[in-house]
C-alpha cells in the first residue's frame, strides 16, 4: 500500500470515473486503474462498485476513503512542516469563497496576492457554507473564506472584517438620508437571497430580535444580489447588500442606500481552515494580503468596515 495508491483511490472517489481522475492526478488511465486494482488485490476487497455508472464505493470502499484522508492528509503534514521550516510559501493550495463574498472580495486581493507570491498556485471554487465545511473536514481545500461564527469543533476562524448591512430600498429614496434602525425594517416587505445562502441566515437573526417569528412571511427570494436589486427597483419590497456589494452601484442606485446608526449590524467575515493547520504559512500570507485591502477600503469608505482588533 502506498500513498501514491490512496491518492488514486480519493480521485476516483471525488470523480467516480476513472477517467476523470487519471486526468486530475497527471497520470494515464491505465496507469490509475493498475494501481487501484493493485491495492484492492493487495487488501483482498473490492473498494469501488464498477459495474455502477457513475462509479459508486463499495461499503468497504466508504470507510477505506475516509481513513485514505486521514493518512493522506497527515502525509501532506510532513511536507508541510519543511516548507514552514525553510520559510517557503508556494504550492498548490485550493480555497472556497462563499458566494456573497466571492465576487466584491476576490477583486480586491487577488492580483496583490499573485504578484506578491507567484510560487502559490491558487485553485479558488465558490463553494456554499455547507461544502466548504465538508470539503475543510475531507482536505479537498486547504482554507475558505465565509461569514462566521460556524461554531464547528474542527475549523479555526481568523476573523478578517465586519462588513455592514446597508438597507436598499427606491420606494423610500427621499428619506434614506436619515440614518436606519434595526426596528425599522419591515420583514413583510424583506427580499431575500434564497435558501443554502448563509446571508439569509444573518438577515433572519437581524430581524428575529425584532419580529414575532409566528408572524414573519417573506414576498419573494432570489439567488442573487443583482436580481435582489431590479425587484427592489420595481416597487416589490427592500432588500440588505453587505457593504462592498454597494460599490459598484451607479451613482443613481446609490442614492437608494439607508444606511444604519451605528453600531450598525454587521457580519463577520473570517478566514477558516482545519483545526490540522496545515499551509499555516500560505494562510498567513493571505490573511496579511486581505487585511492590507480591507485597511484601503476602509480608508476611503464612508461606512466602517470594522477591524477585528478595533471590534475587540
Not at 508556494?90 to 486581493?109: A, D
Amino acid at each position: 500500500m502506498t500513498i501514491t495508491q490512496l491518492k488514486y483511490v480519493l480521485a476516483v472517489a471525488q470523480y467516480q470515473n476513472f477517467t476523470k481522475a487519471a486526468d486530475k492526478v497527471f497520470v494515464t488511465q491505465p496507469t490509475l486503474s493498475m494501481q487501484i486494482q493493485k491495492l484492492e488485490d493487495e487488501l483482498d476487497v473490492q473498494i469501488f462498485d464498477r459495474s455502477k455508472k457513475p462509479i459508486e464505493l463499495t461499503e468497504t470502499g466508504k470507510k477505506i476513503v475516509q481513513q485514505a484522508r486521514n493518512i493522506v492528509n497527515e502525509s501532506d503534514r510532513i511536507q508541510d512542516i519543511v516548507d514552514q521550516e525553510k520559510g517557503f510559501i508556494g504550492g498548490e493550495f485550493k480555497i472556497g469563497v462563499i458566494p456573497t463574498v466571492m465576487p466584491t472580495l476576490l477583486p480586491m486581493f487577488l492580483t496583490n496576492f499573485v504578484n506578491r507570491y507567484p510560487k502559490v498556485k491558487l485553485r479558488i471554487q465558490e463553494l456554499t457554507t455547507e461544502s466548504i465545511v465538508e470539503s475543510l473536514i475531507d482536505g479537498s481545500i486547504d482554507a475558505a473564506i465565509a461569514a462566521t461564527p460556524l461554531r464547528n469543533e474542527f475549523i479555526k476562524e481568523r476573523v478578517l472584517y465586519y462588513e455592514p448591512f446597508v438597507a436598499y430600498d427606491p420606494r423610500k429614496a427621499s428619506t434614506c438620508k436619515a440614518k436606519l434602525k434595526v426596528s425599522d425594517i419591515n420583514v413583510d416587505e424583506l427580499l431575500l437571497l434564497e435558501d443554502g445562502h448563509c446571508f439569509k441566515d444573518s438577515i433572519l437573526n437581524l430581524c428575529k430580535s425584532t419580529r414575532d417569528t409566528d408572524t414573519e412571511r417573506f414576498m419573494l427570494e432570489s439567488g442573487s444580489f443583482e436580481t435582489l436589486i431590479k425587484l427592489a427597483d420595481e416597487g416589490l419590497g427592500m432588500t440588505l447588500l453587505p457593504y462592498l456589494n454597494t460599490l459598484d452601484l451607479s451613482e443613481r442606485k446609490r442614492e437608494n442606500l439607508c444606511y444604519f446608526e451605528e453600531p450598525s449590524p454587521a457580519r463577520e467575515v473570517s478566514l477558516i481552515y482545519h483545526k490540522r493547520e496545515l499551509k499555516l504559512q500560505i494562510i498567513d500570507a493571505l490573511q496579511t494580503v486581505i487585511a492590507g485591502v480591507i485597511k484601503g477600503a476602509i480608508a476611503f469608505s464612508n461606512v466602517q468596515i470594522v477591524s477585528p482588533v478595533a471590534k475587540k
